[in-house]
């Protein structure tokens, strides 16, 4: 599996000490066919996760960078409660978000992939945020900014994809797999967020 | 405004007795900013408006029946339990499918439209799903099929917002105010699944 880097505190991709997803395979893969992921989008994934490999530290950095860090109600959730940074946080969670870009492109959306994105999922809410870094932040990543920031990371993440020389019809097919992919994994983020209707 | 038919059963923008929306005009602003949404979106979102108008029923009707209704776990939301056709209600629910598409492109985004957004939400709830139309179908529409759902119709939409001429950076344009107004609204109607970190 590629690597963003050899150390990453706090991932814990296929740790047998995760809270195991409660959500079901078959429910996965109806949520598959309720994004319109197809086998087609999962070659692409793979496409675009190679496309992307080396990309990850200035994907991160424009999301963190450029956008979150100059919208107050976003940035506080990688800051103390009084607004001072920590620097430690956001390195290891940065690190975090870059491998996640690739564990979407790049994972077998399986078993072990489910419960590491209900770990996420948890990592957002009052459950389990703050606790992988020991971190003195906000308790919680309101669910609606999760599924809003969506917008802007589909949004940002084309002209990295098309920055390798790609087709444009590539191009678009490893965008449209990057959109289902995503839309599949807030979906199941929802889950943890804990409404009764899921 | 803009209609897509003299009358519409069910159909209840602006009407004073529905339940207002939890979701302070504060909130929808930061929520217009975590997904991107800016003046030129609003100006795109008229013109999409313009130029989907008319195209409405070719739209639901490919949403419908070229997509869900072949998906049993999505088309049994507007069949009855036994998974007989409801024509009914399914025409109804349709009928505002359809001016939903105006709606989202030339409506203020003020607390009118606010109210009914929670309305929408409610009637994908056990709070409301069925009681609009009196129809026997299932209890609600599962939250992650909803916001699931949302690639697809992201996807689908851009050949409509291109079938009037207009320039690729238009329809470019178009599409990506689309996307975010689409990401916001489900952002809102999450609220009404009651997670508690909403």
Request: charged share 20%; aromatic share 8%; proline share 6%.
């Amino acid at each position: 599996m590629t690597r963003v880097a050899e150390v990453m505190p706090g991932y814990g991709y296929g740790d047998a000490t995760l809270t195991a997803s409660p959500v079901t395979l078959e429910e996965l893969e109806q949520l598959k066919i309720t994004v319109g992921l197809t086998g087609d989008d999962e070659r692409y994934l793979r496409l675009a996760g190679e496309v992307l490999t080396g990309q990850t530290t200035p994907i991160v950095l424009h999301w963190r960078s450029q956008i979150i860090a100059h919208i107050p109600h976003l940035a506080r959730h990688s800051r103390a409660l009084d607004g001072s940074p920590l620097p430690a946080y956001l390195a290891a969670s940065n690190l975090r978000f870059e491998q996640w870009i690739l564990d979407t492109c790049l994972r077998p959306y399986d078993r072990t992939w489910l419960d590491y994105q209900h770990e996420i999922a948890l990592r957002h809410t009052s459950a389990k945020k703050n606790q992988t870094d020991g971190a003195p932040s906000t308790p919680f990543v309101p669910l609606r900014d999760v599924l809003g920031f969506v917008a802007v990371m589909n949004d940002t993440i084309r002209p990295y994809l098309a920055a390798k020389g790609h087709a444009p019809a590539e191009v678009e097919g490893m965008h449209r797999a990057w959109c289902r992919a995503i839309q599949l994994q807030v979906a199941l983020w929802a889950k943890a967020y804990g409404g009764g209707e899921w």
